[in-house]
């Protein structure tokens, strides 16, 4: 069974830093997607950025970015000129691709980011 | 779209009383996916449907829960006879075939 692990219940970063967010996986997949999602306090998730496994290049959304290490299981999520609306839960996911057997999103346990002025 | 919406967005039960939660999907949407959310825990996934027919269910669904999507647009999560282990965060998201996952703003269960 696949699994996300993220083993930072907690980080704080000073507005304007950049922060990156840990986030390993288990899988005998080859072919799966990987997200990041964001879930403000009392608001509903939403999605910062997601990978396709069989891409080699890292994923890139403005100020989010990913480290996506295939072989070591890895997807850390960096946060670039942090800003006070990026506190939130942060949570990884992972994804079988299109057509398999299951379509759901498994989730690790997330991250509470706080962002210091 | 106007998004996905859930009702109630609160509800207080006694433990043993049975509780209804609603999901209105983005219109558009034939995937519709209910995920629990405890304190200090990631979503976990409950079940999904494909238009009406439900695909896929957690052994967390445990049956004293059910879940049906009549005609393929709204859906309802029904609790029976409620224990303080169901006190959680219900969330329920909706997407296209492969698409990107809408999640609504939850529905918080607390049973006392």
């Known amino acids: 069974a696949q699994t996300v692990t993220q083993s930072q219940p907690e980080m704080s970063v000073q507005e304007a830093e950049t922060v990156t967010l840990s986030c390993t996986y288990d899988t005998s997949e080859s072919d799966y997607y990987l997200f990041w999602y964001k879930q403000p306090p009392s608001r509903q998730m939403i999605l910062v950025i997601r990978q396709e496994a069989y891409k080699q290049q890292n994923a890139t959304e403005n100020r989010f970015s990913v480290n996506f290490q295939k072989a070591a299981k890895s997807f850390s999520l960096k946060i670039s000129d942090s800003q006070l609306g990026d506190a939130a839960m942060y949570f990884c996911?992972?994804?079988?691709?299109?057509?398999?057997?299951?379509?759901?999103?498994?989730f690790g346990t997330g991250t509470l980011l706080a962002v210091q002025p | 779209d106007t998004g996905v919406s859930q009702n109630p967005r609160h509800k207080i039960t006694k433990r043993g009383q049975n509780v209804t939660f609603r999901c209105d999907p983005i219109?558009?949407?034939?995937?519709l996916y209910w995920y629990r959310q405890t304190l200090g825990q990631g979503p976990e996934f409950l079940t999904y449907?494909?238009?009406?027919?439900?695909?896929?269910k957690s052994r967390l669904l445990s049956d004293r829960f059910s879940a049906e999507r009549p005609k393929g647009s709204f859906s309802t999560l029904e609790i029976q006879r409620t224990e303080q282990g169901d006190s959680a965060m219900y969330l329920c998201?909706?997407?296209?075939?492969?698409?990107?996952?809408?999640f609504g703003e939850g529905s918080r269960l607390t049973v006392l």
């Open positions: 996911a992972y994804r079988r691709p299109e057509g398999g057997a299951t379509n759901k999103l498994i």
């Open positions: 998201a909706s997407s296209r075939l492969g698409g990107e996952l809408f």
């Open positions: 219109s558009e949407h034939n995937r």
């Open positions: 449907f494909q238009n009406e027919a439900q695909l896929e």
